[in-house]
């Protein structure tokens, strides 16, 4: 009985991570204000991290929550806090992508909905095997890390635009 309440629990878990993920993303299409998307992002970082938590893979979780909320967040947060507020494009209330981002979305719920009506995989990756750390650190090694990398090397290079861009834009006025 016990167990049952447990698995119940999960479900219930995973359904409002799931839901709070997609509310994020689709907060993250419709905003305009840097300062909210950044929000709605961390929101959908921390969500995706209780996702990982209930799937099992904790350590994954950590990093989710440490390294993409914890530090790149906070390098997005500084880039966005050099923006100029008072730039129209900021000001505009919605999008020009927001019309296409909710088709997408749309397109991927029927997709996700259509999966899920044939029944989906029968079990998670992965789910025969136990996913520990010395896997983790052995598939990252050899298979990741130059994407891991090439992520790092694309914030810097955005950061450094960001700078030059400000500091193009304050130029031209004066």
Known sequence: MINSM??????????????????GAALMIVLRQPMRVATALISTMVFLGGIYGLLGV????????????GAVMVFMVYVIMLLDPRDPAIQRRFSKLAVPGVIGFVI????????????????????????????FAAAFLRQYWLHFELT?????????????????HRRGRG
């Open 108 to 135: 991927l719920v029927f997709v996700l909905v259509g999966a899920t009506w044939k029944g989906g995989p029968a079990a998670p990756v992965g789910a025969g095997e136990a996913f520990g750390l010395q896997q």
């Open 152 to 168: 790092s090397v694309l914030l810097v290079a955005a950061i450094v635009a960001a700078v030059a861009v400000v500091k193009l």
């Open 6 to 23: 447990l698995a119940g629990l999960d479900t219930l878990l995973m359904v409002v991570f799931a839901a709070g993920a997609l509310a």
């Open 58 to 69: 904790h350590f994954i979780a950590a990093f989710q929550v440490l390294i993409y909320v």
